[in-house]
């Protein structure tokens, strides 16, 4: 039995003006295991927010049921489920120590000034800001504050923990260093964790499975290289990652691969999971770092027209058989970077290029 499962979760709002309604969660499933650190994957207004506040109980579903450690908790209130919340903008009490802070809900609670001096201390040392409890939150970094938020949660012991974006308002560098302590955290602790964003690489570092939403609906879920190798659609392969889309025709199977026109030539690719017939059309992802350049006579000719050097990539736009395709290369001990116009060989990396039925 999952320890979280959303079941057939349906929230609609009142439309603006008072007529009809607008279907933020349509119909969502999903089995969540005790320990896993599950993200909810999508653009603004794909549903995810929504379906977050409705695990969280701060929205209640239209229909459907919440099932956490098999009891449905859908129709509780908030602090009647075991969960904690972390929240975009830290929602840290300016007028309280950073010890203060933490202790808050334990004080709430009632529990023993004992109890909450060390639970509190144990969170202290979990998030690496012993030596703090005194300051103000305006004493201290964005990242510490958002430390702040993280103890505040996990010193209530919740059976799930909630993340609503909580890294989006940190500069780059120090985002990148709290995916990786929040990830150290909830690794430790073991806590069965629900988080929210719209980045895509973060959800890539963070996640044991990825949620793909789109609409209100979930499109995919997966381990990160599964929704990034083997998209289930197109809106998948363009919201992950960046992908190219080559129109291709099958002209023959050979067991478990495709042979496939396109761009002028032929590829040979890996057959999907649904059965291809000759001639069926056919919608190929090619990755940017799928493209291998400098192939030999036998590749595919192409012409440069952007060249972009990134330090650790080079960027190049090619015209390949009248269609333009990104492709990036990091090959660090590359003299040369390609100049516009110059005709090159293409080729693809072996295994690298993913087939998709042609949406009717």
């Not at 909810?40 to 995810?48: E, H, M, V």
């Not at 990242?143 to 103890?151: E, K």
């Not at 998948?236 to 129109?247: E, H, L, S, Y």
């Not at 799928?290 to 027209?305: C, H, Q, S, T, Y």
Request: hydrophobic share 40%.
């Amino acid at each position: 039995m999952p320890y979280l499962s959303l079941q057939n979760l349906v929230k609609k709002f009142p439309a603006r003006g008072g007529s009809g309604e607008v279907l933020a969660v349509d119909n969502v499933s999903l089995d969540i295991e005790r320990g896993e650190f599950i993200t909810l994957l999508g653009p603004s207004g794909c549903g995810k927010t929504t379906t977050l506040r409705l695990i969280a109980g701060f929205e209640f579903p239209t229909s459907g049921k919440i099932i956490l450690d098999g009891k449905d908790v859908a129709p509780l209130p908030p602090d009647k489920r075991e969960m904690s919340m972390v929240f975009q903008s830290y929602a840290i009490f300016p007028h309280l120590s950073v010890f203060e802070n933490i202790a808050y809900g334990l004080k709430i609670k009632k529990m023993s000034k004992s109890d909450i001096k060390r639970r509190v201390a144990q969170v202290l040392e979990l998030t690496e800001l012993t030596g703090l409890e005194n300051r103000a939150p305006n004493q201290l970094s964005g990242g510490q504050q958002q430390r702040v938020a993280l103890a505040r949660a996990l010193v209530m012991e919740p059976k799930v923990l909630l993340l609503d974006e909580p890294l989006s308002n940190l500069d780059a560098k120090l985002r990148e260093q709290m995916r990786v302590e929040l990830r150290r955290i909830q690794s430790q602790l073991g806590i069965t964790s629900v988080y929210v964003t719209h980045d895509q690489v973060e959800a890539m570092a963070l996640s044991d499975r990825i949620v793909v939403m789109n609409r209100g609906r979930i499109e995919q879920v997966g381990r990160p290289w599964e929704v990034y190798r083997h998209p289930a659609n197109e809106f998948v392969a363009n919201f992950i990652g960046r992908a190219n889309f080559v129109d291709g025709e099958v002209v023959r199977v050979e067991g478990d691969r495709l042979v496939v026109k396109a761009l002028g030539g032929v590829m040979d690719i890996p057959q999907p999971a649904d059965e291809r017939r000759p001639g069926e059309p056919v919608r190929l992802v090619v990755r940017p770092e799928a493209i291998r350049l400098d192939a030999n006579e036998a590749g595919f000719p192409a012409i440069v027209r952007r060249s972009t050097y990134l330090g650790e990539l080079i960027e190049y736009d090619l015209e390949i058989g009248g269609q333009l395709l990104i492709a990036t290369e990091s090959d660090v001990v590359r003299a040369e970077v390609y100049p516009e116009g110059k005709a090159i060989n293409i080729d693809f990396h072996k295994n690298a290029v993913y087939c998709l039925p042609k949406a009717t």
